[in-house]
C-alpha cells in the first residue's frame, strides 16, 4: 500500500504543474488596442505554425464534438472568415472570452 502512494505522488505532482503552466500562459495582443489582431494572427502562424485556414479546421473539430457554445458561435461550419471574425471580436474592447 505504501509503493501506490509514493507511487501516485510525482503524478500528482506533475498534473498540478501541467495545470499551472497551461492556466498561465502569456496572452498575446490587448484587447482594444490597434495591432491585437495582427499580433494573434502572427503569433499563431509562427510560434505555433499553423495558418488560419488550419487554426478555422481546429474550430472545425470542437464543433464536431458537439461543444455547445462552439456550435452557437460558428454555426455548423467554420470558415476562415469566421476564424478571423472570432479573433478580431475577442481583440475588441468587447470580447467574447474575457482576457
Not at 38 to 66: C, F, M, N, W, Y
Request: charged content about 15%; proline content about 8%; hydrophobic content about 40%.
Amino acid at each position: 500500500m505504501r509503493l501506490s502512494a509514493l507511487a501516485i505522488l510525482p503524478v500528482t505532482a506533475a498534473a498540478v504543474l501541467l495545470t499551472v503552466g497551461t492556466a498561465s500562459a502569456d496572452t498575446v495582443g490587448t484587447p482594444g488596442t490597434p495591432n491585437c489582431f495582427g499580433q494573434r494572427i502572427s503569433h499563431g502562424s509562427s510560434v505555433h505554425e499553423l495558418t488560419p485556414k488550419e487554426r478555422a479546421a481546429g474550430l472545425q473539430a470542437i464543433v464536431d464534438s458537439g461543444d455547445p457554445l462552439a456550435l452557437e458561435l460558428f454555426g455548423p461550419t467554420v470558415s476562415v472568415g469566421e476564424f478571423t471574425w472570432f479573433v478580431r471580436t475577442n481583440c475588441s474592447d468587447d470580447p467574447i472570452i474575457p482576457s
